[in-house]
Structure formats: structure tokens, C-alpha cells
């Protein structure tokens, strides 16, 4: 182990039920500097048009991400002696007024993007990525995006609203935030208002891949074609937890039924290793409809696994 770095707190430590109420029970800090990573929740669901309770979600999060272990014995990856990570908290957010929300976040990233630092972020509704993709431009310029979803969020507007969590990605094309020919959706389904409901994304240049599509094989073969389509540009992975099936995530605002597995999630996360991650984040958890805690749990392991996929992180000797 790399002297130096922060490590989660351990169970041998501290019982599980204990200890700080942090992502992985690691350190926290008030700011993303001398991190090479950092774990931040956005507590936003104002853009929300079904189930409200994403708010929730970061504190649900760091709670169920107890159980968490240091290393990935899957994958290997060791990544806590490799880059030094921890909680930053949460970015205060205006409860009432969606577009100074919006502005708050910004600033949160930009600030982040100025240390260097790798935001792993806990949503929160899906409004809360064109904020944070915002930031990144300003930083890489347009990125990659692999967008795992049962919605592609491309309408144009909701209520007459530009911005909510069904927009994000038309906003996204539109102000240049993303390399259009290097985005990939996953887990597309569900019912739609016309046939061509995901052919905006299509006409993009986005490559589309439904749900059914997915339904009964490994996701491991995808995932080298993405990687070839992306090469060494920067790769932003954003998850919604409702592109996996309710079966395995109820806690969610919109759900859909013929969803991803559990496996199947980890397949594509996992098949991100390699590629230049510049962040990520897990939204629309909402505990409210979480009674087991499981949805929670698992988003607590997908972005434990973006931070296995980051580059420089170390595999155990």
C-alpha cells in the first residue's frame, strides 16, 4: 500500500453499522483539493416529472455503501493505493429555484475541474448532468459519453421547461458539450409518444442500443466496440439507476420494466477500463421507493467500479 493515501475505513476497524456516514467510510474534505478523486452527492430532484425522493439519494448512497470493501477482486483493481479519494460532501443546492440550482452546481464542478480531481458524483435527478458536463467542457472540451438509461432524456422541453431531467442531453448537443459520433446509450426501452422516439439520438450521431437488444447475452462484446469508437478522447459515464430492471432496482422515479442486469451494468463499467475517464456519476435513486435499501446498494457499487476504471489505478500484486 502507497503510504499516504486515503484508505476506507475497515471493518475490523470499526463495525460496519458505525464509523463516518461517508462514502465508503472514507475521509471527508471540504474541497476537491489534492484529491485525485472525489465522491460528491448532489441532493437535486426539482427537475424531477414522476416519483420525487432523489434528493435522498446521496445520504442513502453513503449509507449502503458500508459494506464496501478496498479492493476489487473481480477486476483487481487496487484503487485506493493508487490515487488518493475522498468524500467532498454535498453541493448545497437552492431547494426552490431549479435554474439557480443549476448555476450552484456549475460552480461546485468548476471549482473541482480547477484541483485536477475526478468527480464521481451521487444523484439526484438526471437534470443534474448537463451542470456538470458544462464544467467539463470548460476543462476537456466536448466529451464522450457512455449513457446507460431505460429514457434517452433528448426532448426538447417538459411543461414548457428547456431544462429538467428529460432534457440533458438535447441541451448537451446544442451548447456543444458532447462529441457527437463518440456517444453511446444503453438499455433504451419502454413505451414512447411516437415510432421514432429515439431517432433524434440517431440523427446525432449517438449510437442507440435498446434494451432488448441486450436481453440475454454478455455486454462484454459492446463494450470493445465502444471502446474502439471512443478511443483516447474523454469519456464521461453517465448511469441512470433506472436502466437496469426493476427487478433489481425498484428505488427509482421512472421505472421500466426489460431492463439490465445487475451483471450486465458491471459488464459495461467494467468494459470502461482503459479509456480516458474524466467522471461519472449514479442518479435517480430514490430511497422513498427503496424499502430493502438494494437499489441504493448497488448504486453504491457501480460508482465504487467507476472508481475502479479510472486511469492510473493500480492492480493488487
Not at 472508481?307 to 489505478?313: E, R
Request: hydrophobic letters at 40%; charged letters at 20%; glycine letters at 12%.
Amino acid at each position: 500500500m502507497t503510504q499516504g493515501l486515503n484508505q476506507p475505513l475497515g471493518g475490523n476497524a470499526m463495525p460496519r453499522f458505525g464509523g463516518p456516514a461517508t462514502m465508503m467510510r472514507l475521509p471527508s474534505q471540504e474541497s476537491a483539493e489534492g484529491l485525485d478523486a472525489c465522491f460528491v452527492g448532489v441532493p437535486f430532484d426539482i427537475g424531477t416529472s414522476n416519483r420525487a425522493g432523489a434528493r435522498h439519494g446521496p445520504r442513502q448512497i453513503r449509507a449502503e455503501s458500508c459494506m464496501l470493501r478496498p479492493n476489487n477482486m473481480a477486476t483487481g483493481a487496487a484503487p485506493f493505493d493508487s490515487l488518493q479519494v475522498a468524500d467532498i460532501g454535498d453541493v448545497a443546492i437552492n431547494t426552490f429555484n431549479l435554474e439557480k440550482s443549476i448555476a450552484i452546481i456549475e460552480r461546485r464542478y468548476d471549482a473541482i475541474m480547477e484541483a485536477d480531481c475526478v468527480p464521481l458524483t451521487m444523484g439526484g435527478d438526471h437534470t443534474i448532468v448537463l451542470p456538470i458536463l458544462r464544467a467539463l467542457r470548460r476543462k476537456y472540451g466536448p466529451v464522450a459519453l457512455v449513457h446507460i438509461d431505460a429514457h434517452a432524456d433528448i426532448n426538447d422541453d417538459m411543461f414548457g421547461e428547456p431544462i429538467a431531467h428529460g432534457t440533458p442531453f438535447r441541451r448537451a448537443v446544442e451548447e456543444g458539450l458532447l462529441i457527437t459520433d463518440k456517444v453511446t446509450q444503453i438499455g433504451l426501452r419502454g413505451t414512447g409518444y411516437s415510432p421514432d422516439e429515439f431517432d433524434w439520438s440517431r440523427q446525432q450521431g449517438f449510437r442507440v442500443v435498446p434494451a432488448e437488444a441486450c436481453w440475454y447475452q454478455s455486454l462484454a462484446p459492446l463494450m470493445e466496440e465502444v471502446r474502439a469508437r471512443i478511443g483516447d478522447a474523454p469519456v464521461y459515464i453517465s448511469f441512470d439507476i433506472d436502466g437496469l430492471d426493476p427487478a433489481f432496482a425498484p428505488g427509482t422515479g421512472t421505472v421500466e420494466i426489460g431492463g439490465l442486469s445487475i451483471w450486465q451494468g458491471l459488464e459495461i463499467v467494467r468494459g470502461c477500463a482503459g479509456l480516458n475517464v474524466i467522471g461519472g456519476d449514479l442518479v435517480e435513486v430514490s430511497p422513498p421507493y427503496d424499502t430493502s435499501g438494494n437499489t441504493a446498494l448497488v448504486g453504491a457499487n457501480l460508482l465504487y467500479e467507476m472508481l475502479c476504471v479510472l486511469p492510473g489505478v493500480r492492480t493488487m500484486k
